[in-house]
Nanobody, 115 residues
Framework: QVQLVESGGGLVQPGGSLRLSCAASGSSFSTYVVGWYRQAPGKQRELVAVITRANNPTYAESVKGRFTISRDGAKNTVYLQMNSLRPEDTAVYYC?????????WGQGTQVTVSS
């Protein structure tokens, strides 16, 4: 079964950039649909971006044009490049891998956008 570890979160000023990584172990990532989700305090977890097995991306309207999801098969890692960050992007970001009815979550990484 795949295990996921997120990294790359931190504190950044508005307008800044971060790149989150979701590294998989225990199974090949290439057969999974992988999504990035986020949850802000007091709010429900929401989908940010998803990449299919064919590496086709889909984005939430709130991040379109600012965030990019990508997959590196050789490193078994999915990335979320986040540019032009806003205070409302502040949240814990989670990686999820889905395949054949099996869903796995990472532990999350905190992203804080503040001056």
């Amino acid at each position: 079964q795949v295990q996921l570890v997120e990294s790359g979160g931190g504190l950044v000023q508005p307008g800044g950039s971060l790149r989150l990584s979701c590294a998989a172990s225990g199974s090949s990532f290439s057969t999974y649909v992988v999504g990035w989700y986020r949850q802000a305090p007091g709010k429900q977890r929401e989908l940010v971006a998803v990449i299919t097995r064919a590496n086709n991306p889909t984005y939430a309207e709130s991040v379109k044009g600012r965030f990019t999801i990508s997959r590196d098969g050789a490193k078994n890692t999915v990335y979320l490049q986040m540019n032009s960050l806003r205070p409302e992007d502040t949240a814990v970001y989670y990686c999820n891998a889905y395949n054949l009815g099996s869903s796995k979550w990472g532990q999350g990484t905190q992203v804080t956008v503040s001056s």
